[in-house]
């Protein structure tokens, strides 16, 4: 399909703008002006609108496609949530207006749902107190490691160092620790796929800083032990994290600040079904019990005596900005909208069936595929294609095959822990009838693994494009359409 | 189901979280009906009031958004996709992407931009960090132009690392030369400006980038993509990492998010940059496509030695400005910029004309610019904005000794008798 920059024909413009109604006097130095223009498209409304309506169209989405991907959460996102976002009193509001003297009084309904989101995650996870401003998962796990790192400095743990993360986690973990400062040691995980508690043991000293850990893990496991694992990191004053990427294996069902864990983040383009928007925006709210309150990030909303919100910046510990205002507020607005939808028996009942979700997958896929762990598992199921690799065929090339049977694959390779790994998170939101489709797609692929493997090469077939070739993007590097290869 | 399982109930899927484990606590109100959620939303919604004419920018500017943008991006198909993992079945998110990277570079003169990172203020924390990274060297020189939002954001972040920050004034609405240029030494990593800056003055940076690079340091310049319509771009002055906010290339203003941070650098710093890179390859028959590329600088290759940890971007945002750049277009971004420019230089002719204010005129500026009023300016800006106006933002809020100060920005939406009706309400306030 052609580039945009493609259909540009000379003269041709796509919006029309106010004509001037003041006099043209600016005279601007020639020195502070460009010498060529940015060269972007010139095409009509109807070119942009045909172009980027046959783009939406090369890409597959929850709304279109069985979504399965592992770790990633894609449930469907309820349509009114967009139109709240879209609602002119949220989305036409100036960041800065609170922020103005008596400027507090026009944003009040904003501020409110700032608040009233903070008080339902703080109930959902049990932590004490919340802040809404990280942008994404990772940018709240460096929210959370900043908080560790403020919490010993406060305490004068100079001698503080290493992160411990088991080797299951995701690849954010150990890089938003070492952005924060801190070394990483890696723990396996035992037999079980939770983290091995004797090799944990081994490693732990007065040097850790504190434990970063998912639960479930990404093995799909809840770690029955995660109370001994709190013990055993606060005996040498460590903090712990909670990765909250898997929160929606549990809602309702457990609470990581009931099992010791100090600090959260959740993802609410994962757990309230705010949309992945083909890789964001997302929202990283982080949590905290009482010992790492008074370091989160400034503004804090807050509701003084008279029923007002306002926003207070009065915290001397705190570790500062981490965003420049309030969080990624259209994004939470539909996560708000959400929780008051689902309410509290909507919200467990997610979970339950995200979790019997995955254990009928599980259970229909286990005679054909190997399983990285069997047990029951929570809201995702973990396979490896080992056997098909006997035969030839790889994990990515089961991917290939069910994205001509219309279905996104799983999450493939990851964890790293297992081999040829086939991560299935199939989510609440669908039905019977689709498990059973993608099941039934899964058995094919491994009969055509022992038929035919070779057939497996030349998938996918209906897409518009087959198998890129990824050595020649990483060679010959083109980013830029106006630029030569790098 | 639960037969295939051979559990008796949804209970038994639980057993592995023992009871002591369980919540402590769950007291949650119970679920509405769409509607009713709607009505309440709706309620919240009216309780803020966008009804104060906006004269307040800081950053974060009221442009048009074109009913095309938010059309296009409300497709199913883009926003409720992930990140293109499986480049078959996202060419249409790998190539929106790609054309925000292009938009991007020809947009700021720079050869290579990625695939967007959160906002503004955190692209220019990663900017920093990558300097840092490519030249080895740990000290920072930083104009007091560069947004105090960012600057504040950025000594958050490293806090806690051994990095030396020297901040340099603003000299007649300007980066101090003499400043900069005495400060650099064979241990300085950056210099990093804004333009324009905080104050709306617009600057050719030429000349300091030319000594930065003489002292073996980087430059990193944020900047206002809209009012790169007309101004000299960060590639022209020779700038070796551009940063900026996206939110005025067609996001509503949202009250602070969810934005769009953009990056672009030279070529030869490619595999320093962070974030998502969208890259141009073929397929098995040799047509044109395009995945994610060079992905081992990224967090899920390189893990602890990545060149950052971001992960999710804000893909969605970076479409609906990729979206609103082709709507607007070469001569639309161009007409844009003049408008915004032309409304705020009559608003700095009528107000020069009211009794108590003083405009300042040290350095040309672009839609936004610095007043000084004769009355305290917490007081004039709640008084305006019972007339209907948000006048402003106070700069004393960031700036010590500059209580005085009123930070005005004018967009192409303000019409005249806006302006005039601005300028007469101030004036009865000043009175």
Known sequence: ?486 | MLGVIGAPSIDALFADIPHHLRPRSFQLPEGLSEYEVMRRMNALALKNSVGPVPFIGGGYYDHYVPAACQALISRGEFYTAYTPYQPEAAQGTLQALFEFQSSICTLTGMDVANASLYEGGTALYEAMMMAIRVTGRQKIVMDSGVSPIYRKLIKSYTHNLNFEFVETPVVHGRADRAAIVKLLDNKTAAVILQNPNFFGAIDDHSDIVAKAHAAGALVIESVYPVALGLLKSPGEMGVDITTGEGQSLGLPLSFGGPYLGFMATRKKLIRQMPGRLVGETVDGEGRRCFVNTLQAREQHIRREKATSNICTNVALCATQAAIFMALVGREGLKEMARLNLEKAEFMKAELSKIQGVEVKRSAPTFNEFTVRLSKNVNDVIEAMMLKGFAAGFPLGRYYPGMDDYLLVAVTEKRTRDEILAYTKALAEVLR
């Open chain 1, 1 to 486: 399909m052609k580039l945009i920059f493609e259909k540009s024909v000379t003269g041709r413009k796509g919006l029309k703008f106010p004509a001037l109604d003041v006099p043209a006097t600016a005279q601007l130095p020639k020195a502070c002006l460009r010498q060529d223009d940015a060269r972007l498209p010139e095409v009509s409304e109807l070119d942009v609108v045909r172009h980027f309506t046959q783009l939406s169209q090369r890409n597959f989405s929850v709304d279109a496609n069985f979504y399965p991907l592992g770790s990633c959460t894609m449930k469907y996102n309820p349509k009114f949530t967009e139109k709240v976002a879209a609602m002119p009193g949220f989305a036409d509001l100036h960041p800065l207006l609170p922020q103005l003297k008596g400027g507090e009084k026009y944003t009040q309904g904003a501020l409110e749902v700032l608040y009233e989101s903070e008080r339902w995650l703080c109930e959902i996870t049990g932590m004490k107190a919340m802040t809404m401003q990280p942008l994404a998962g990772a940018h709240g796990e460096l929210t959370g490691i900043m908080l560790m790192a403020a919490y010993h400095k406060a305490k004068g743990n100079t001698h503080k160092k290493y992160v411990i993360i088991p080797d299951s986690a995701h690849g954010t973990n150990p890089a938003s620790a070492a952005v924060a400062g801190y070394e990483i040691i890696s723990v396996p995980s035992d037999k079980k796929g939770v983290i091995d508690l004797a090799k944990l043991k081994a490693v732990v000293n007065e040097e850790t800083a504190g434990l970063m850990m998912t639960c479930p893990d990404t093995h799909g496991v809840f770690n029955g032990q995660i109370d001994e694992v709190s013990k055993l990191i606060h005996s040498v004053d460590g903090i712990m994290y909670y990765d909250g990427a898997n929160l929606n294996a549990i809602l309702g069902r457990c609470r990581p600040g009931d099992v010791g864990f100090d600090v959260v983040h959740l993802n609410l383009h994962k757990t309230f079904a705010t949309p992945h928007g083909g890789g964001g925006p997302g929202s990283g709210p982080v949590g905290v019990g009482e010992r790492l309150e008074k370091f989160l990030p400034i503004s804090r909303v807050i509701r003084r005596s008279d029923g007002m919100y306002a926003l207070n910046y009065d915290y001397p510990d705190s570790i500062g900005y981490i965003a420049s205002f309030y969080g990624a507020f259209g994004v939470i607005l539909k996560a708000y909208a959400y929780m008051l939808l689902l309410g509290c028996e909507g919200l467990k009942q997610t979970t339950d069936h995200a979790v019997l979700n995955a254990n009928y997958l599980l259970h229909r896929l286990k005679g054909h595929y190997q399983v990285a762990f069997d047990r029951i598992c929570m809201h995702e199921c973990l396979f490896s294609a080992s056997r098909q690799l006997e035969r030839g065929v790889h994990a990515i090339d089961i991917a290939k095959f069910l994205i001509d049977q219309n279905i996104h694959p799983p999450t493939v390779y990851f964890p790293l822990t297992v081999k040829e790994a086939i991560m299935v998170e199939p989510t609440e939101t669908e039905s019977k009838e689709t498990l059973d489709t993608f099941a039934e797609a899964m058995i094919r692929a491994d009969e055509l693994s022992k038929t035919d493997p070779h057939a497996f090469h030349a998938l996918p077939k209906t897409m518009p494009i087959s198998r890129p070739d990824e050595t020649k993007a990483a060679r010959e590097v083109k980013v830029n359409f106006f630029a030569q290869s790098v």
